[in-house]
């Protein structure tokens, strides 16, 4: 790798226009140019759809969703990807009642760090069960996303 790829936004790989999004640069025009450091660094973050929720929320902070193609770098807690089965046998309850009455380190979570209102805890749930669903599609197709992450 060496120095390639560092001195990038002097130097645009074959023309590219780089914009600033979100604190990330990125080649506008398809040409795609790793950044090796902020890869490692940062969670790795859909643009849009019910991943890119859990990303804005800040979810992924500990929560890698496999299925919904969101990478968490800390991995502290649980995939979600599976969450809405997970949640249930582990805890005997739907993940609806869970987030509204968390247990463990999630009610100090969803205490302090993250609050959510009654809207996006019922955006969380849905997502949620878009991911299990996903996940449960990939894994049809033999195309399960390895599930990593804490407890
Ligand atoms: C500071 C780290 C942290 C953040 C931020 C965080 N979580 Fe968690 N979460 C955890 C940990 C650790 C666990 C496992 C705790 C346990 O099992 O008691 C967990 C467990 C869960 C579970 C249960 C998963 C299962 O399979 O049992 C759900 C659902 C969940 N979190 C949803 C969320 C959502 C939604 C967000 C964003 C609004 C979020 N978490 C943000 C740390 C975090």
């Not at 599976?82 to 005997?92: K, L, T």
Request: a positive charge; aromatic letters at 4%.
């Amino acid at each position: 790798m060496g120095a390639r790829g560092r001195s990038a936004p002097a130097r645009p790989c074959g023309g590219g226009l780089y914009v600033e999004r979100a604190g990330r640069t990125r080649v506008a025009n398809g040409a795609s140019h790793p950044q090796p450091a902020e890869a490692r660094a940062a969670d790795k973050a859909p643009e849009s759809g019910p991943g890119a929720w859990f990303v804005k929320t800040g979810c992924s902070a500990c929560h890698s969703i496999a299925a919904l193609g969101v990478k968490s770098a800390a991995q502290v807690g649980p995939d979600l990807s599976i969450a809405v089965e997970d949640v249930q046998s582990r805890f005997g309850r739907t993940v609806e009642e869970f987030l509204a009455e968390p247990t463990g380190t999630m009610s100090l979570v969803l205490a302090g760090q993250i609050t959510l209102t009654p809207e996006q805890r019922t955006i969380a749930v849905q997502h949620l069960h878009d991911a299990f669903r996903e996940y449960q599609r990939l894994k049809a197709e033999g195309r399960a996303p390895a599930l990593n992450g804490g407890q």
